[in-house]
Antibody, heavy 119, light 109 residues
Framework: EVQLVQSGAEVKKPGESLKISCKGS????????IGWVRQMPGKGLEWMGI????????RYSPSFQGQVTISADKSISTAYLQWSSLKASDTAMYYC????????????WGQGTTVTVSS | SYVLTQPPSVSVAPGKTARITCGGN??????VHWYQQKPGQAPVLVIY???DRPSGIPERFSGSNSGNTATLTISRVEAGDEADYYC????????????FGGGTKLTVL
């Protein structure tokens, strides 16, 4: 079964760092792009960026460039999303998803990771 | 950047047909993908490349795309179809990124 399994919920304080993960299984992890999507409470989906685990080619949406870092470790079939200094406005659900093709839609989604940033 | 416009809400009676639109400048020249998201769950792909259905998605779900509007059509609507629906395209013009519409809440009366 093709699946993406994300790390668990996080509660952090403003200014703290964080790295969440997304582990793929059941398919060739290095052959598909992985994307990250933000969903703030009660809001819609926002495209953050994508990474190709085969060579770590990474592309960010302009709104998220410089705000987060997307990375991958192909040896353990895992993609990451990290922050160096969290803000309260980073409170959201974050999903990883597999892209059908490089410039396409997302056919397999992780279960989501809730990030809460509060003092 | 490319903008996708969806109606905030659509209501339909059970057994009827629901049509959810996604507007964008010359969207007919792009491939459109549709997602269903039920409360507390991750999105699920229901239509890709305008009109293809992933395995496991009922034939009641169909898609079309032409001109400035893409449409997700749900025939013989069931109570279980009540959810938020999002369209998505790839913006290859300037940002080279995916773009989501604002989402449409489908209510089954």
């Amino acid at each position: 079964e093709v699946q993406l399994v994300q790390s668990g919920a996080e509660v952090k304080k403003p200014g703290e760092s964080l790295k969440i993960s997304c582990k793929g299984s059941g398919y060739s992890f290095t052959s598909y792009w992985i994307g990250w999507v933000r969903q703030m409470p009660g809001k819609g989906l926002e495209w953050m960026g994508i990474i190709y685990p085969g060579d770590s080619d990474t592309r960010y949406s302009p709104s998220f460039q410089g705000q987060v870092t997307i990375s991958a470790d192909k040896s353990i079939s895992t993609a990451y999303l990290q922050w160096s200094s969290l803000k309260a406005s980073d409170t959201a659900m974050y999903y990883c998803a597999r892209l059908i093709a490089a410039t396409s839609g997302m056919d397999v989604w992780g279960q989501g990771t809730t990030v809460t940033v509060s003092s | 950047s490319y903008v996708l416009t969806q109606p905030p809400s659509v209501s339909v009676a059970p057994g009827k047909t629901a049509r959810i639109t996604c507007g964008g400048n010359n969207i007919g020249s792009k491939s459109v993908h549709w997602y269903q998201q039920k409360p507390g769950q991750a999105p699920v792909l229901v239509i890709y490349y305008d009109s293809d259905r992933p395995s496991g998605i009922p034939e009641r779900f169909s898609g079309s795309n032409s001109g400035n509007t893409a449409t997700l059509t749900i025939s013989r609507v069931e109570a279980g179809d009540e959810a938020d629906y999002y369209c998505q395209v790839w913006d290859s013009s300037s940002d080279h990124q995916g773009v989501f519409g604002g989402g449409t809440k489908l209510t089954v009366l």
